[in-house]
């Protein structure tokens, strides 16, 4: 435009032929002057005034980083943030009080905050409280109960729930309720279909665990995991995370199986249920592949519940405020400067032991042994 108008043509010729307004050649025309092309400044300014009008002066702004240090050394309160130095600037008297957002923005400009930012952590590896799994060289088996689900004319149904760590490897009984007979039932047609995982990892639910109310009570899913020589894990109670899978599982199961459809029986439910699954299983057979080796299910192999457990049970728990760990109903004293912390309790019923590891999320390949405490089970008749 500048070179067209130097060359002779008119700003009515020159805004018509680049489609500006007049004022718009008229303005460029006047940023040109008449300077050489290359050495004009063409970047758009900053429009309004140089200095706005609401910004607070220098003199407040020094004071206001003058009364944090004098708060910071002298406060009886030990308080020196933006409510503490504005309260002091009213005080003092001063006039047109700056706001707590604005004292905050000017501690933040002059870089007089203390910079205490929260630092994001990477996420541990998927099973890292079990050092085998989290290595991948074990496969795990969560499972869970959905409860609470009702059809339409009062039929109460509740869903056995099953999925792996690695290979997410998914299963689903729907039943009227579950009971830890079920549970066993469908444990092993599982297992013997798909084979042994090295774990299953259960919630403290007294159809996994077994009856709370007496101390030294292995339940039926605890025995049949033990029998088959798969380690039973219980996670701490009331704790996120360690149920995760099984969790996203429960709630896509109901997501696009329950309330996805309406059901008429119970036998439509897991019909339903079963497609499901089998979808499941299909889209996530090559992971199911690549999963650690399973072991076969024993061949003529019957469940003896009054054989007296041997193996391993874990116990993932939380310590008191006095270091010690609820295990099978006993308080176990464990480390007085470990309270409130995560711990693993191997409960070995072989060596008649238990061995309790310290578990931090920031550091999880660091275990160490915190104490072993000796541990005989009562060996008595299982009640069938």
């Known amino acids: 435009m500048i070179s067209d108008l ?32 290359d050495r004009v400044d063409w970047s758009d300014g900053v429009r309004g005034p140089r200095r706005p009008a609401n910004k607070t002066s220098s003199p407040v702004e020094d004071r206001v980083l003058h009364l944090r240090r004098e708060l910071k050394e002298t406060s009886a309160l030990g308080e020196f943030g933006a409510a503490a130095i504005r309260s002091e600037l009213e005080r003092h008297g001063v006039e047109s009080l700056p706001s707590l957002r604005t004292i905050g923005r000017i501690l933040e400009r002059r870089g007089a905050l203390d910079g205490r930012k929260r630092i994001r952590r990477s ?14 060289r074990a496969e795990l088996d969560s499972l869970d109960i959905i409860e609470g689900l009702v059809i339409q004319g009062g039929c109460d149904v509740e869903v056995l729930t099953a999925t792996s760590l690695h290979g997410g490897l998914v299963a689903a009984w729907v039943r009227c309720g579950i009971t830890a007979k079920i549970a ?74 329950w309330t996805r459809f309406t059901h008429a029986s119970r036998q439509a439910l897991q019909a339903q249920s079963a497609k499901f699954i089998t979808a499941g299983r299909r889209r996530a057979a090559a992971r199911i592949e690549q999963a650690p080796q399973r072991q076969p299910f024993p061949e003529d ?68 042994l915190l104490k072993e405490i000796p541990y005989e089970f009562p060996q008595r008749k299982f009640y069938e």
Do not use: M
């Open 6 to 37: 130097r060359r002779g043509d008119s700003i009515h010729a020159v805004a018509r032929r680049y489609g500006v307004a007049r004022s718009t050649v008229r303005y460029w025309s006047r940023r040109a002057g008449v300077d050489r092309l």
């Open 123 to 136: 996420p541990p590896p998927r099973g890292w409280y079990l050092p085998e799994a989290a290595a991948g």
């Open 184 to 257: 066993v039932n469908a444990l092993q047609e599982h297992w013997r279909r798909f084979g042994l995982p090295a774990y299953a990892q259960f919630d403290n639910d007294t159809v996994f665990q077994g009856a709370h109310q007496h101390p030294d009570s292995i339940g039926r899913v605890s025995r049949l995991c033990l029998a088959l020589g798969v380690i039973p894990v219980f996670t701490p109670p009331q704790e996120t995370g360690f149920q995760a899978a099984i969790e996203n599982f429960n709630g896509r199961w109901q997501a696009k199986v």
């Open 301 to 368: 192999w019957k469940l003896n519940l009054q054989k007296p457990p041997q193996g391993c049970v874990i116990f993932l728990r939380r310590t008191s405020e006095k270091g010690e760990a609820t295990v099978l109903g006993h308080a176990f004293p464990v480390d007085p400067h470990w309270a409130h912390r995560l711990v693993r309790a191997e409960v070995d019923l072989t060596n008649t032991c238990i061995r309790f590891h310290a578990l931090r999320r920031r550091d999880p390949t660091c275990q160490p």
